[in-house]
């Protein structure tokens, strides 16, 4: 965990590096991609490419399907910064370091984001391929972005997570997915820190919570948003059903394998919401 000045002051220098590599481009809506979501990015007109590894302080993919860039250009006719893979706590990466990117984007002027992953599904009427849109959160980490000696750098300590998934943007794609024909649920999302899947008690456990997807990403991205006061829209595609469930052992290339089957409507459904912002 960083200490106040030193994570102000490494946003800083990312923001002074990453806004001269978006060579006069000013994104407004920030865009998360998931394992086996990245292909969306390749939609982007006008693009600038800047990897990971290229913005200073700032922590790059590992994980597989990630590919590990920030992709900024055009999309549903609005400035998007996408991150083509994101930031896991599994990969060894603190809280700070999976939202650095997110408090990134918003010094350089993203005011709404659309955060996606695979997950695994809880609630028995879901199906492998339905899209989940984020009704709530439980952050099943056991760790938080804003926990640290001084956070009042980017903002207040104690902030409400009511509707921290914006009611607005909800029913914005809502309705993209009615009149697209795309089906799509809306459930409380549970982020758990992984990279083991759960187990099936676990899996019981989560579901007599109220969860009805789970996955290993999302929670502490949406915390910081939040802290920062950006507007959050959350969109899971369900990969699988969650271990357990009518014999399910799930894997990561099924992950990827049900991503790819997935990827027009997913890049239809998020298009069509960025077009209604
Ligand atoms: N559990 C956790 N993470 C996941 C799953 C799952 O079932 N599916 C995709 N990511």
Known sequence: MLERNILDDNLTLSAYVLRR?????????????????NPLADEIADAASIPYVEVPRMKTSTAEGHVGRFVCGTLGGKCVLAMQGRLHGYEGNDAQEVAYPIWLMERLGVRTLITTNAAGALNPNYEVGDFCIMGDQINFTGRNPIAAPDPANLSDRFFSMKDAFDPELRAIAHD??????????????????????????????????????????????????????????????????????????PTGSEVLDVAKTREADFASLVTGVIAQL
């Open 21 to 37: 590599r978006l060579e006069g481009r000013e994104p407004t809506v920030g865009l998360v991609l998931g394992s086996g979501l």
């Open 176 to 249: 993209v997915a009615a009149e697209r024909g795309i089906r799509v649920q809306e459930g409380v999302y549970l982020g758990a820190l992984g990279p083991s899947f759960e187990t099936p008690a676990e899996i019981r456990m989560f579901r007599l919570w109220g969860a009805d997807t789970v996955a290993m990403s999302v929670c502490e991205e949406v915390i910081a948003a939040r802290h920062v006061g950006m507007r959050v829209l959350g969109i899971s595609l369900v990969s699988n059903m969650g271990c357990g469930i009518e014999g399910a052992s």
